[in-house]
């Protein structure tokens, strides 16, 4: 599975949109983007996933570059609640995945007053 | 709304003793995991089950056991406790047509002295 780096924390401010960005140059062909977060003492959340079309949801967009070799994740306007570790694993996503995640040490994104 | 339930958030107990750790998912899953969380060592999978009375193991299965009598329900078992299995616990569960798009359980933080 293609390793991805992420940096290790970011800040944002209330109200403007956060942008986590997350390095896959290893990437196959047919490995999914997927991002996670995990709030302070919960469990981690799905958040998205894409291929390499962009994807929005109620939570978040994903932007994949055109070589999917990076990625990014837009909150669009952050909150103090989307204070977090963000995580992008890469995974093949086909019938008969084992479908072990494996997280990274992801990005710690504090959203500030 | 999707849920992932664990039965203790917290909970201590002695070093040999035989402990349970329930996970009950409402969302008619057939896959569901058993993660545990350590600082620095990110989440590693014990144990995952793809259909009721069937389980497979993961990274670190030593020391734990499962058991999945119904569709809803995922169960570990420490058989005698020890104290390097002082963790944050963590049920997951998905579909098997999207088995990385994992719903998480609130986490038991387990501390075994």
């Known amino acids: 599975d293609a390793k991805t780096t992420q940096p290790t924390s970011m800040d944002c401010a209330e109200g403007r949109a956060a942008n986590l960005p997350c390095n896959h140059s290893t990437i196959s062909g047919n490995e999914y983007v997927y991002w996670y977060r995990q709030i302070h003492s919960q469990g981690p959340q799905y958040i998205i996933h894409?291929?390499?079309n962009n994807e929005t949801n109620e939570m978040a967009s994903l932007i994949i570059t055109e070589d999917r070799k990076s990625s990014t994740l837009i909150l669009p306007h952050a909150t103090l609640r989307d204070t977090a570790v963000y995580y992008c694993i890469v995974r093949v996503d086909e019938g008969g995945s084992q479908g072990n995640l494996i997280f990274g040490k992801g990005t710690k994104l504090s959203v500030k007053p | 709304d999707v849920k992932v339930t664990q039965s203790s958030r917290y909970l201590v107990k002695r070093t040999g003793e035989k402990v349970f750790l329930e996970c009950v998912q409402d969302m008619d899953h057939e896959n569901m995991f058993w993660y545990r969380q350590d600082p620095g060592l990110g989440l590693r999978l014990i144990y995952f089950?793809?259909?009721?009375?069937?389980?497979e193991k993961g990274d670190i299965p030593e020391g734990y056991s499962v058991s999945r009598e119904k569709k809803e329900r995922f169960s570990l078992i420490l058989e005698s406790a020890s104290t390097n299995q002082t963790s944050m616990y963590l049920c997951?569960?998905?579909?098997?047509?999207?088995?990385?798009?994992?719903?998480f359980g609130p986490g038991t933080r387990l501390t075994v002295t």
């Open positions: 997951a569960s998905s579909s098997p047509d999207r088995p990385y798009e994992q719903y």
């Open positions: 089950s793809y259909d009721v009375k069937m389980k």
């Open positions: 894409g291929l390499k």
